[in-house]
């Protein structure tokens, strides 16, 4: 009992002692020391340590906007491409990741990866574009497409 309290101790000293942010002095934003008439003079500028937070905060949003969420642990790194038939598949969603422009259609039976491979396409878009990405299945994506193409008095009526 005694050692417990003395590590939540410790552990509360440590929270209490951590340095600031040497830059902005735990304020997340500083000003230039610019003369009158400079353009930054007066300008409030996002520490860097600020602007990890809200780095963080924007890769959390555009990861609840993706879609992704039952799917954001699959990665091209724990795809099998040692699966028959899958190695084109798996080079090509790869490439695909990397320059993601037009269409890259993957088919194949029941369980050979495909969602896998979009999942992996799609979070890694995420991971290093800081992108909008939609993970979503075809019948989902043309509702949502056929809802907004009808005409506007369609859409009112339903
Ligand atoms: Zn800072």
């Given at each position: 009992m005694a050692s417990t309290e003395t590590s939540s101790a410790a552990e509360v000293t440590s929270a209490i002692s951590e340095?600031?942010?040497?830059?902005c002095k735990g304020a997340g934003y500083y000003m230039l020391d610019v003369p009158y008439?400079?353009?930054?003079?007066g300008q409030l500028i996002t520490c860097r340590c600020r602007a990890a937070e809200k780095n963080q905060s924007r890769r959390h949003k555009l990861l609840e906007m993706s879609n992704l969420g039952p799917f954001q642990q699959k990665t091209f790194d724990n795809?099998?491409?040692?699966?028959?038939?899958v190695a084109r598949a798996y080079a090509r969603a790869r490439r695909f990741s990397e320059h993601p422009a037009g269409w890259l259609i993957l088919f194949g039976?029941?369980?050979?990866g495909k969602t896998h491979l979009a999942a992996a396409i799609a979070n890694e878009v995420l991971k290093n574009n800081f992108v909008t990405v939609l993970f979503t299945i075809v019948p989902d994506l043309l509702d949502h497409r056929a809802q907004y193409l009808r005409p506007q008095a369609a859409r009112s009526i339903t």
């Open positions: 340095p600031l942010c040497p830059h008439g400079h353009a930054d003079f795809f099998d491409a040692g699966i028959p038939g039976g029941y369980g050979c």
